[in-house]
Each structure stands twice: as structure tokens, then as C-alpha cells.
T-cell receptor
Framework: GENVEQHPSTLSVQEGDSAVIKCTYSDSASNYFPWYKQELGKGPQLIIDIRSNVGEKKDQRIAVTLNKTAKHFSLHITETQPEDSAVYFC???????????FGAGTILRVKS | DAMVIQNPRYQVTQFGKPVTLSCSQTLNHNVMYWYQQKSSQAPKLLFH???????NEADTPDNFQSRRPNTSFCFLDIRSPGLGDAAMYLCATSRDPGGETQYFGPGTRLLVL
């Protein structure tokens, strides 16, 4: 089955700096890769996703890149703000599959 | 706004006393999921409904059951909660299974005394 590894487990950055979180997946049939942000005591919130037919997607300060050959995808947050502090999860899914497989999560702390 | 709603947000139960958590959605999605999330861990899928078709994960304990009486509602029943079942329970929906965006509710925090 699919296995998703996520690094780093914790990341501290200074406000205004960039943050990068990386994930690798094992199932070459996976074709959908969402990123979720989870604040303390709340449910995960989708922040950006990418499908295997594109290599990069951007939404304001957030971008995701996908390398299908290497089977890894990354989340990039530029100009970080204290409200970006949260746990971020990557996930992978295949079109004919039934579930998302999550990475272990990254705790992002943005210091002001 | 279309959304996923979970009630209650916090639930306290006693060891061994059955408890039911509820989820409703206004997205008219075909699939509803239940996840268990323990502290500092990723959500773990328990089961999902695709329309009325129930799909159980192989490692979900028999202690956990689910009901979906209609498109909008789905329930998680814990027949005999143990201390190890204390967790956040998340409901999510998607239009179809596989490769589709899942939208999560705010979760129900379960405490077992």
C-alpha cells in the first residue's frame, strides 16, 4: 500500500522567512496530493492541492511542487506570518483508491 | 455556507458506556469518512460510506460502528469506550472516493473517564 513520509517533523522560522515541507510517496499510481493545515483543537483545513498532471501550483503565499519521477512533493510558504503557525499534513491518493494516506505532520512555528 | 458539522464538539463518557458522535454535511457529497486522531498524530481512517455502501478499514476495532441513515448524516457509535479511545474524532466528506478533495469538520474531542 501507499506510504507517505514527511519531513521535517518540526520547523521554526522567523516571521517573514520562507518555510518548506517535503513529502515522499511510494505508490506511483497516486495522482492527487493535498496539503492540510490544522490549528490546535480544530479539524484539518485544505490549503492547497495538486494533481499529477501539473508540476507546480501557487496560491498567493503558498505553492506546491510535484516531482513525479522522484515521487516527492513539497509545500512552500513565503513571507511567513505568526498565523501560519500550525501542524501541516501532506497526503496522497489514487484515482481508483478509497482513501487519503497522510504524512506524519510538521509542526510549524513562526517566531515574531 | 456549505459545510461539515460535528456535534458535540466535546464529549465526556464513562469507561464502557456507549457513546454516539454525529456528523452532518450540506455539501451533498457521496462519501462520508470517520477518522480518529490522537495527540501529535495524523488522522487515522476508521471507515467510510460511499452512498449506502459501508467500507471498514481492516484494523478498525469491532468496538467502532457507523450508521448513515441518509445522504446528509453519519454517526459514529463506540459500543464500549476504553481509555485508549480518548481522541479527536473527525468527520470528512468528498464528492467521490479516490483522488477527490476531502473536507473535514471541526472534530469531536472525546474524553473517557
Amino acid at each position: 500500500g501507499e506510504n507517505v513520509e514527511q519531513h521535517p517533523s518540526t520547523l521554526s522560522v522567523q516571521e517573514g522567512d520562507s518555510a518548506v515541507i517535503k513529502c515522499t510517496y511510494s505508490d506511483s499510481a497516486s495522482n492527487y496530493f493535498p496539503w492540510y493545515k490544522q490549528e490546535l483543537g480544530k479539524g484539518p483545513q485544505l490549503i492547497i492541492d495538486i494533481r499529477s498532471n501539473v508540476g507546480e501550483k501557487k496560491d498567493q503565499r503558498i505553492a506546491v511542487t510535484l516531482n513525479k519521477t522522484a515521487k516527492h512533493f513539497s509545500l512552500h510558504i513565503t513571507e511567513t506570518q505568526p498565523e501560519d503557525s500550525a501542524v501541516y499534513f501532506c497526503a496522497a491518493s489514487r484515482r481508483n483508491g478509497n482513501k487519503l494516506v497522510f504524512g506524519a505532520g510538521t509542526i510549524l512555528r513562526v517566531k515574531s | 455556507d456549505a459545510m461539515v458539522i460535528q456535534n458535540p464538539r466535546y464529549q465526556v463518557t464513562q469507561f464502557g458506556k456507549p457513546v454516539t458522535l454525529s456528523c452532518s454535511q450540506t455539501l451533498n457529497h457521496n462519501v462520508m469518512y470517520w477518522y480518529q486522531q490522537k495527540s501529535s498524530q495524523a488522522p487515522k481512517l476508521l471507515f467510510h460510506y460511499y452512498d449506502k455502501d459501508f467500507n471498514n478499514e481492516a484494523d478498525t476495532p469491532d468496538n467502532f460502528q457507523s450508521r448513515r441513515p441518509n445522504t446528509s448524516f453519519c454517526f459514529l457509535d463506540i459500543r464500549s469506550p476504553g481509555l485508549g479511545d480518548a481522541a479527536m474524532y473527525l468527520c470528512a466528506t468528498s464528492r467521490d472516493p479516490g483522488g477527490e478533495t476531502q473536507y473535514f469538520g471541526p472534530g469531536t474531542r472525546l474524553l473517557v473517564l
